[in-house]
């Protein structure tokens, strides 16, 4: 496993073994607080929260994400582009459901989970690997192509935002990392909003 890839789980599997230690402090003081929520919101929140997980099974997916995109990436990245890909999906889905979950849609649910960067290293995944097949756990013999999964994940989770179904799941978060995921591309690519000074790989 790639360093950095072996390093965030890790962290993430550390960090959810001492959650059972320390009980809803560290929720209180990490998770990413929506505006009016009741909770503090902090600066380090955006990036903290993305450390936290509610449960094994929530841990469990978003691990094994990270194992299957992050380690083909970092493969092909050097180890501070591949961090800097995921820190930055993880900020922009934080700033994502604080604005619209936060300011919109009123939310007051505190947001824990790897998602955000999850999402970022999928839309990754998908730009550089396209036509690379990406099962689904609950339909094994069902081949999809990354750039379609990505697509087609990606308007499940809007309408599934817009409609506020699934409650309890942040899909702004899920987009806002998507945005991220991109966003990070395209500076080390040197293309669109951030010019052309950085060569491509």
Do not use: C, K
Not at 63 to 80: K, N, V
Not at 92 to 113: E, R
Request: hydrophobic share 55%.
């Amino acid at each position: 496993m790639p360093p950095i890839t072996f390093a965030l789980i890790l962290l993430n599997v550390l960090i959810y073994v001492m959650s059972a230690f320390t009980g809803p402090d560290i929720i209180r003081t990490f998770a990413l607080w929506p505006p009016g929520s009741g909770g503090a919101l902090h600066i380090w929140q955006l990036v903290t929260y993305s450390f936290l997980h509610g449960s094994l099974l929530h841990l469990g997916f978003n691990m094994l994400a990270i194992w299957m995109f992050g380690s083909a990436l970092e493969r092909i990245w050097s180890d501070l582009r591949y961090l800097l890909t995921y820190l930055m999906s993880v900020v922009v889905a934080a700033m994502t459901q604080i604005v619209i979950s936060g300011y919109f849609l009123h939310s007051a649910s505190p947001v824990i989970g790897a998602s955000g960067g999850v999402f970022g290293l999928l839309l990754a995944y998908a730009l550089y690997f396209p036509n690379n097949a990406i099962g689904l756990i609950f339909l094994p013999f069902v081949r999809i192509p990354a750039r379609t999964f990505v697509i087609g994940y990606g308007l499940l989770e809007l309408f599934l935002g817009v409609t506020n179904t699934a409650a309890g799941v942040a899909h702004f978060a899920h987009l806002g990392g998507l945005f991220g995921g991109w966003l990070a591309v395209q500076y080390f690519r040197g293309r669109g909003l951030f010019g052309s000074w950085v060569r491509r790989r």
